[in-house]
């Protein structure tokens, strides 16, 4: 990394350069490793899916419900036609298997279902099927009416969110049959809201909040009043391989939500966030051949192009290879800011009757001439300053350069139709390297502001391995998983920082040019090694024909941690400790579209070390736990699914006794707080994405007491969200869209003396599908923050400014 002392000097060229040719050079490699791997795969045929689904289909034409429950199962379904011409179904309701499901519908109408070779069904005649069976040849198919992946639950009704999603070493699971909340974002909802990032998704629902803003350093997220660091973001299941800063939304599929602690089905995450679990799953080939080009602008004038390139190959379309790659460079909307990115993407992926096989690797490189500031508050403030211009850069001259590469791989193998085996790991190395300014505001906007270096790495590499199998005993259903985690991380910094003698007084509304940094820039040193280490059982038993399902588990968690000092290389303190982190869940179903559940789960976060200070200096601590209660009801109206949920998360915090001057984590902040949703199809083309959770955020046990009972710093009183999605039905092709989100205001520090207002963004967008030369093409606009609203937004001890008014423009072709 000796390269970092040049770095502050390179043109923007040079920058541009390194990154597209770095990132064609990673990905590339990474493409080779995947063939190599791939080749030693023998192809064998696609699995079909065989585990019960809720459905509840109405009477209709033959026809129509074979499409509807094609859709639903998530099944590669097909059939003339002509055979169903003129057939009545009486629908389908209750639990079924793809094939009882079929068999069903197809009751009395004097036809079949074959399952074929690679996992999907066809539909026939009684004499096409002896005819087939003769022959031994494999049924053409005729009209498909659902795409067979595995991996993924089926889209809701409207599309905008999935039925269900991953839950760790739960599996995955349909949000009817899952004991906690949870949100399923699809590729639509990604797609037509134009995300650039994840904080662009998530951000879709109330219980989710972006701690910062578009352009900064990174993005922090917070789910149910507490902050989920973006390094705690999880990918295909996996912790430590995502970007430290933020991750691109070109690579994403589906964005899976958990709200609630999440260590027993995850682990525990290398940050030890607690208020719920992000997941994001990466873009895959599907059955249908993909070319498609995408030209991008973001106001100022960030121009863009993204190309995504998806084929299956083989017999049965086993092999798979998806390719993504971004470039952007332009102006941004802040102040004299500017931003290059440079992003490959590349999937590849094998699905055969017993073995599924898939690897992932990705590289971005991002540089960034005045990134968006954040700033503390300076003590004694009484009152925060109204927030400055979202254009206004309080810190002009700041530079920012991120990279990341990351690859993981995953195999499955279905040793019986009742037990899998699975093992995945992956790799990710990241660094930043910044300036990084200084200076308390005070009631006035008035700092002084001071200058810095401080560049980072990291070297992350994890794996996992496991076990699943279903079984009955005397008529009660068991799904019983089994496995073992490991995650290894190194972490280095190297921190220069100018005397206070060289700040230099400046104001939030007329900023003074940062001061020249004066020290040489050093290589980053190593700052810790972090293992962390578990094993984990569960087994959801079920009665009554799947109304009743009971989950409980336990995880086994170590933590151990050496820290170092980054001058001599000396190790500073050490750590070593464990902790066990249980699960009880249950879903009842009174009736077939209706889920009463609840879970008592405990999110578990590496504990510390006694300050230098303390009486009981160096003292380590075990990981301590963040306990969550919740019950809730879930109802699926066919087009329309509504939740309710109440949920109560302690988590403990250290403390200083006063008195004694004995550090410990006896103190306690508990968020208790009813969620709100609704989504799906309201009518025929108008969707919607709505939601409001209300909290009651409490500090106790604090030390001295001073701020018991206060409110907890940062948790807003309330949030809303409101989203609709419409097809113009006058207008073939033309859909508008429309939401609103809305945060109340939270206090800035635990003794509830400064408090940062509310805030209400209003976002606006259109889109058109039609067809130029024969190729499909779509045109979306959107624009968010339509009224330019100037607001902080709170993270931990600092504060930035929301980004002002962003026009963001596309053009999607498929060649």
């Known amino acids: 990394m000796g390269h970092v002392r040049t770095r502050e000097r390179q043109s923007p060229r040079v920058i541009r350069r390194k990154l597209l040719t770095s990132m064609v050079g990673r990905i590339a490699l990474g493409g080779l490793g995947g063939a190599v791997a791939a080749s030693a795969v023998m192809p064998v045929a696609a699995h079909a899916q065989a585990a019960t689904r809720a459905y509840a289909i109405p009477a209709g034409t033959l026809e129509d419900n074979l499409s509807r429950f094609g859709r639903d199962a998530g099944i590669m379904l097909s059939f003339k036609p002509e055979i169903a011409a003129g057939k009545q179904s009486a629908g389908l309701n209750g639990n079924y298997s793809a094939r009882a499901g079929l068999d069903t519908l197809l009751a009395g109408s004097g036809l079949t279902v074959v399952e074929q070779s690679n996992g999907s069904y066809q539909v026939v005649s009684p004499a096409g099927t002896t005819a087939a069976s003769a022959s031994g040849a494999t049924l053409p198919p005729v009209t498909v009416t659902a795409s067979l992946h595995t991996r993924l639950q089926p889209e ?51 219980s989710v909040r972006t701690l910062t803003s578009t352009g900064g350093f990174g993005e922090d997220f917070q789910i149910r009043g507490y902050t989920v660091a973006s390094g705690d973001v999880g990918i295909n299941g996996l912790y430590g391989l995502v970007s430290s800063s933020r991750m691109p939304a070109a690579i994403m599929e589906r964005v899976e939500v958990l709200k609630g602690p999440g260590t027993l ?17 990466t873009k895959r080939a599907g059955d249908e051949p993909l070319t498609r080009l995408t030209t991008t602008y973001e106001s100022k004038s960030i121009l863009g192009v993204q190309a995504d390139v ?19 460079n332009g102006k941004s909307n802040i102040d004299d800011g500017r931003q290059e990115l440079g992003l490959g993407a590349l999937a590849l992926d094998y699905r055969g009757r017993n073995l599924r096989w898939s690897l992932d690797a990705y590289s971005q490189h991002e540089g960034i001439e005045n990134f968006r500031p954040q700033v503390g508050f300076a003590a004694g403030v009484t009152s925060i300053p109204d927030a400055p211009s979202g254009h206004r850069n309080f810190f002009p001259g700041t530079q920012l350069w991120l990279h990341d590469s990351a690859v993981m791989s995953r195999l499955e193998y279905d040793i019986s139709p009742n037990l899998m085996v699975y093992a995945t790991g992956g790799y990710r190395g990241g660094s930043a390297y910044q300036t990084f300014p200084s200076g308390p505001v005070d009631a006035l906007g008035n700092f002084r502001v001071n200058n810095s270096y401080y560049d980072s790495y990291s070297k992350t590499s994890t794996a996992e391995v496991g076990a699943r199998a279903t079984f009955a005993t005397f008529g009660v259903g068991h799904t019983v998983n089994v496995g073992f985690t490991r995650l290894d991380q190194e972490l280095g910094n190297a921190y220069i920082a100018n005397p206070a003698s060289s700040a230099v007084a400046s104001n939030i509304y007329d900023p003074a040019p940062l001061p020249a940094v004066m020290g040489a820039r050093t290589d980053a040193q190593k700052a810790s090694d972090t293992a962390l280490t578990s094993v984990a059982v569960t087994d959801t038993i079920s009665f009554l024909d799947e109304r009743i399902l009971l989950t409980g588990g336990l995880r086994h968690q170590k933590v151990s941690l050496d820290n170092y000092s980054t001058t001599t290389g000396a190790l500073t303190s050490n750590y070593d400790a464990s902790a066990v982190s249980p699960l009880a869940g249950f879903v009842v179903k009174p009736l077939t579209n209706v889920s009463l559940y609840g879970n008592y789960t405990s999110g578990l976060t590496r504990g510390g070390v006694a300050p230098t200070t303390a009486a009981n200096a160096g003292q380590v601590f075990a990981p301590y736990k963040s306990r969550q209660m919740e019950t809730g009801v879930k109802v699926d109206w066919g087009r329309i699914s509504t939740s309710l949920a109440a949920f109560q998360i302690k988590r403990p915090s250290a403390v200083t006794d006063p008195a004694t001057n004995i550090y410990s984590f006896d103190g306690e902040q508990k968020n208790r707080g009813i969620e709100l949703s609704a989504y799906g199809e309201v009518v025929q083309g108008l969707r919607l994405l709505a939601s409001a959770t209300f909290y009651d955020a409490k500090l106790s046990r604090t030390a001295g007491g001073v701020n018991d009972g206060k409110d907890a710093n940062g948790v807003p009183d309330r949030t809303f969200n409101f989203g609709v999605d419409w097809d113009m039905p006058w207008v073939p092709g033309l859909s508008l869209s429309g939401r609103i989100i809305n945060t109340s205001g939270v206090y800035f520090n635990a003794a509830n003396t400064l408090r940062v207002p509310s805030w209400t963004r209003y976002d606006v967008g259109a889109r058109y599908r039609t067809k130029v030369m024969g190729k499909s093409v779509v045109f979306r606009a959107n624009v968010e923050n339509l009224f330019n609203s100037d607001y902080w937004l709170v993270s931990g001890t600092y504060a930035t400014v929301a980004a002002p008014r962003t026009v963001l423009l596309s053009a999607q072709i498929d060649f």
């Open 156 to 206: 809701y009704a409207g599309g905008q969110v999935a039925r269900g999603g991953s839950l760790g070493i739960l599996g995955s699971l349909d949000v009817m049959d899952t004991p906690f909340s949870t949100m399923n974002y699809t590729a639509e909802t990604i797609e037509n809201t134009q995300a650039r990032t994840l904080a662009d998704v998530v951000i879709n629902e109330s």
């Open 310 to 328: 998806g084929r299956r190959f083989g017999e049965n379309n086993e092999w798979g290879v998806r390719v993504n790659g971004v470039y952007k």
């Open 265 to 281: 089905m995850n682990g525990i995450g290398p940050n030890g966030s607690v208020g719920g679990a992000i997941n994001i799953t």
